[in-house]
């Protein structure tokens, strides 16, 4: 029984929906997207979905609704930076996050990992340095970041967010008007930058002033050039910052829009109860690892705390450093081989970076080597997707909205099902379902109870 599934306003061409109806499975072929949001917000009321297929769930491909409904206990921390304190006092020797570095010597890349208890050294000495750059600013003011995805915005992201501060993330391609923007929008008096950016934070001060906001003030970040980040994470310190009480609700980052349909970027604020409160918990000996090209201002983020709930490790692509291009994408992966304690399993991407692996033959043997290549964020070409999947790539869609989070995805049984376009509906159905609607479509609803919404 085929059912067409409407959906407005999305970029992709053509999707399709495997929906559960009681135990029966229904194939929704999608053509334009409409997603349909309740505004009310309540906690989360799970029952058992019989139609959800019998497989063992991982971190990567959880849903949200899936998430509440295994792990039903209370989280015991609230924020951010109260999760990575308890990492570091319950796992502290477990990997938590990857660097490869590249090389141009005779030896090639290297790599440097941080455990749980690095990531808290790093984000209470970032903290106490940007405490004394901040001086007054009240804890609860948002202060920007403008810097490449590197170690230096993670500790800088980390340290903000341990004093308090909801951070707004600023991709390094937004014009001066943009930031500016951007800034005035979210109440902005400080805006860190990393040298490498430093000109565009200099052309946005100057706009801000041309459009009488005098009150941006413009700092770098808080690390001298010299310095080796790696090095101070590990320099002892005689203060810890404790993090201010802050609710669930309270908002820990802020992404932004393109801009593209309206001219101008909105900020997208992220709560920490959505940013890490709903994330699922389901760890594994040995962990699984995963390795993302998404850099940390855009989905990067949300790969790092869900691999980080599940007390897995994520390798980070160096864009600071180098182009992403399959060549420097198998320096990554080769690097991240030599590491004896965390193997990488999955690997999480945009489309045009996999239609880019697709088209090299070393790029289509590194996805071949991984349980689950995921994809999200656009609409892949349907001819490279069945490609990869014809070669033997594991591959899974993910779909999700910065407005209620991971959704659905394409996970199934991958040996036998090559259906990765067709996204199936595993989430009791008290919290999401299909309503028909004329003409033979449907609307996926997000009712009351599921467990993210913004606004």
Known sequence: MYTHFRLHGCMMSRLSFLAASGTTYYLLPMYVWALVVNTKYSRNQTVDNPGVFQMQVNYFVCTLGQAAHLNDQPKPYRTVSEFV????????????????????????????????????????????????VLKSPSTSETIALLCHSSPEFLFTWLGLMRLGHPVLLIAPQCQPAAIVHLCASCQVSVLFFDAAHAERAHQAGRHAKEQGETHLTLQLLPLRETEDIFQLIHEHVERKVEPPHLDRADTAYLHHTSGTSSGLPKPIPQSHGGAIGVLPNLPTI??????????????????????WTSDAMIWLFPSKDVPITARNIHGCLKVAELYPHAEVKYFSS??????????????????QRMEIVGVGGAALPA???????EKGVNLVSRFGSAECGFLLSSYRDLATDGDWQYLRN?????????????????????KPGWPHMVG
């Open 350 to 367: 945009v489309p045009y970076i996999l239609q880019m692996m697709e088209a090299d033959p070393t790029g289509v043997t590194l996805l």
């Open 85 to 132: 304190i308890q990492q570091a006092q319950h796992h502290p020797q477990l990997p938590a996050v990857g660097f490869p570095i590249p090389e141009q010597g005779p030896n090639g890349w290297s790599y440097k990992v941080l455990t749980f208890a690095d990531v808290d050294r790093g984000s209470n000495a970032f903290a106490l340095r940007l405490s004394a």
């Open 286 to 307: 040995p962990a699984a690892a995963s390795f993302t090209t998404t850099p940390l201002y855009h989905g990067g983020i949300a790969d790092l705390l869900r691999c």
């Open 383 to 389: 001819e490279v997707g069945d490609r990869l999947v």
């Open 426 to 446: 595993y989430n009791p159905t008290d919290v999401l379902e299909f309503e028909p609607r004329a003409d033979g479509l449907a609307e996926l609803i997000i």
